[in-house]
């Protein structure tokens, strides 16, 4: 039988049986250097698998969460941080909206704005925003619900009915002409967004070629505080955010 050239002990090992570290460790005694290796080896591997299994672990914890905080964000986003009895004027202090004109009008502006208190302060007001301009719910169901119903929420006390969107007010201008909707309901851009991300109510549209968004809304505003709010669960759904629904509501 062949001895196995590594080993330094007499040790007969039969063909095709290979050494394993337990041997080599006791017949090369515990302070030969190629134990040291196998041990750092060992140690390594040991590491390594311990890496594989907490990064394994990591994944499907960040899987979950990831789940779960959808979750969370989807309920969220049904009632927004804005609620009833926010006062939106000192929420967004910061905030203006713009009001929907052409560019000649806007150049001779010289580009003004129009705060919020200049909007609600000592009103009542009938609110709703929407996705975009030109694109299909809004133009076809959500503007048109709050243009039949315009001479109900005069009768009801109602001082401006108002449309507003994540968009610049050239085209909120444009779109207002088209829907024959301008001399009834106040359109105002929201060219940044910074009306809808201060009150939690923007949203990501990019799967919809659309990038950064609002949700689909509505709301009784008086005095700047909100008495009456409706958030769609999602975008494309025209359930609680209509005139309509809203009319009934004050």
Request: hydrophobic residues 40%.
């Amino acid at each position: 039988m062949p001895i196995a050239p590594c080993c330094k002990c007499t040790t007969s090992i039969p063909p095709g049986v290979g050494l394993n570290q337990t041997h080599l460790q006791m017949c090369r005694g515990p302070n030969d250097p190629f134990n040291s290796v196998l041990l750092l080896k060992s140690v390594e591997g040991t590491l390594e698998r311990s890496i594989i299994m907490v990064s394994s672990m990591l994944q499907r914890s960040l899987r979950c969460s990831s789940g779960m905080k959808s979750m969370v964000l989807g309920g969220m986003r049904a009632f927004a941080s804005a609620s009833v009895g926010t006062n939106l004027v000192s929420a967004a202090p910061e905030v203006s909206l713009q009001k929907a004109r052409s560019w000649d009008e806007g150049v001779s502006s010289n580009f003004s704005t129009t705060p919020l208190k200049d909007i609600f302060k000592d009103k009542k007001v009938v609110i709703f925003g929407l996705p975009g301009a030109h694109t299909g719910v809004c133009s076809a169901q959500h503007v048109p619900s709050y243009k039949k119903n315009i001479d109900s929420f005069k009768a009801k006390g109602i001082d401006s009915v108002i449309c507003v969107a994540v968009n610049d007010p050239y085209v909120m201008n444009g779109w207002a002409e088209k829907l024959e909707a301008k001399d009834m309901i106040e359109f105002y851009g929201d060219f940044d967004g910074s009306f809808h991300k201060s009150l939690d109510l923007n949203l990501d549209l990019s799967a919809a070629l659309l990038g950064p968004r609002s949700q689909r809304w509505s709301a009784y505003v008086v005095d700047g505080t909100v008495k009456v709010l409706n958030v769609e669960k999602v975008p494309s759904e025209f359930k609680v955010s209509g005139g309509d629904v809203i009319l009934g509501q004050i």
